[in-house]
């Protein structure tokens, strides 16, 4: 899950879940936006992100370099945990598999990742072009209208836990209600594709 707010990409999270039913790990680094270096009264307020944090971050590029090793290394000890032949991660038909974002909503992969991707001259991540769009999947099984991660919440008698739009609150909630989706039987898989053509379109 990224936050992006006025063009640039200001925090970077991601919660491990392991078989969906346990947080087990996280990733979360601030990063230095590139557009607009200096923070706004309202994406200050909006975020809870000061510009002191800002200024000693790092750019997008070298957080995301990070982020690419640390789901590497979830992902082969996973495996190779799983393996009990001891066979080599690298040549398991399920290495490529064993991995699925779940965002709230389209907009993460397919707006706001894909013009960072741009915007740094960057190609679009692999693993990211297939991802779980949890509105879509907890509309569709609860039978509910469109809702946010607070209305979400709602309808599982719950509220939202720390700050409103700051990557890691929502990265947190948003893994609480997948975990609540998988015991009451939901499959959560990906649902939606990025149209990597199109992410270079001007």
Not at 53 to 73: A, C, G, M, P, Y
Not at 124 to 141: E, I, S
Not at 145 to 150: A, F, L
Request: glycine share 6%.
């Amino acid at each position: 899950y990224q936050r992006r707010v006025r063009g640039d990409f200001l925090d970077s999270s991601i919660i491990s879940l392991k078989a969906f039913l346990r947080q087990v790990d996280i990733f979360h680094e601030y990063v230095k936006p590139k557009m607009c270096p200096v923070l706004t009264p309202f994406c200050k307020k909006l975020t809870g992100i000061n510009q002191t944090v800002i200024n000693q971050s790092r750019s997008f590029t070298d957080v995301w370099k990070d982020l690419e090793k640390w789901i590497e290394e979830k992902r082969v000890s996973k495996l190779t945990e799983d393996n009990e032949d001891g066979d080599s991660v690298e040549n398991d038909p399920d290495h490529i598999k064993s991995l699925c974002f779940i965002t709230d909503g389209p907009w993460d992969f397919k707006k706001f990742l894909a013009k960072e991707c741009r915007y740094n001259n960057m190609d679009y991540p692999g693993m990211c072009v297939q991802f779980c769009n949890l509105r879509r999947k907890f509309c569709n099984f609860y039978g509910v209208k469109r809702v946010n991660i607070e209305g979400m919440l709602k309808n599982l008698g719950t509220q939202f836990e720390g700050t409103p739009h700051s990557g890691i609150s929502d990265s947190r909630n948003i893994a609480n209600i997948v975990c609540t989706m998988i015991r009451d039987g939901a499959v959560l898989d990906n649902n939606e594709v990025v149209d990597v053509n199109s992410v270079y379109c001007a």
